[in-house]
């Protein structure tokens, strides 16, 4: 609330219906009010603030399909011009179409960390004489 306090406020009455207030007067669970923040979609105002801002206004999955599809189009095309081409090397790569450009995530997300194993205990050294761990 403290980062994008505006943005979920207009996003909880835009998407939901609900008034953030509800949370502060007890008739909606704060509990309920996260997971709806949590859930909302990749177009809405919060989603944009926590991806990088004003550029991505617009970028819903729609858009970068649409994008992914352009790539390919373009990419068949240089394929097609390189081996029809007496000299494939000339023929110039085409630059991706222009997207927002990313930041990466302000909070790690617990569960990637887990997954890469960050955090976890170091394994243990198997060798020659090496104990192998049982599990408790």
């Known amino acids: 609330m403290e980062k994008h306090g505006g943005e ?3 996003d909880l009455l835009r998407y939901y219906g609900v008034d953030v207030h509800a949370v502060f ?9 996260l997971a709806l ?6 177009e809405s105002a ?20 649409t994008a992914d599809l352009i790539d390919a189009v373009l990419h068949l095309h240089h394929v097609t011009l390189s081996s029809n081409a007496k000299n494939p090397k000339k023929v110039p790569t085409p630059d991706p179409y222009p997207r927002p450009k990313t930041k990466g995530p302000t909070e790690p997300d617990l569960l990637l960390r887990k997954l890469r194993g960050e ?9 020659p004489g090496s104990l192998i761990p049982l599990p408790s």
């Not at 007067?25 to 009010?33: E, K, Q, T």
């Not at 923040?37 to 990749?42: K, M, N, Q, S």
């Not at 955090?119 to 060798?127: D, V």
């Open 119 to 127: 955090g976890a205990p170091p394994a243990p050294k198997l060798g």
């Open 37 to 42: 923040v949590e859930y909302l979609p990749i």
């Open 46 to 65: 919060t989603a944009v603030a926590r991806r990088g801002g004003a550029e991505f206004y617009g970028w819903d999955r729609q858009a970068y399909l």
């Open 8 to 10: 979920i406020y207009a």
């Open 25 to 33: 007067d007890g008739s909606l669970p704060p509990r309920h009010a």
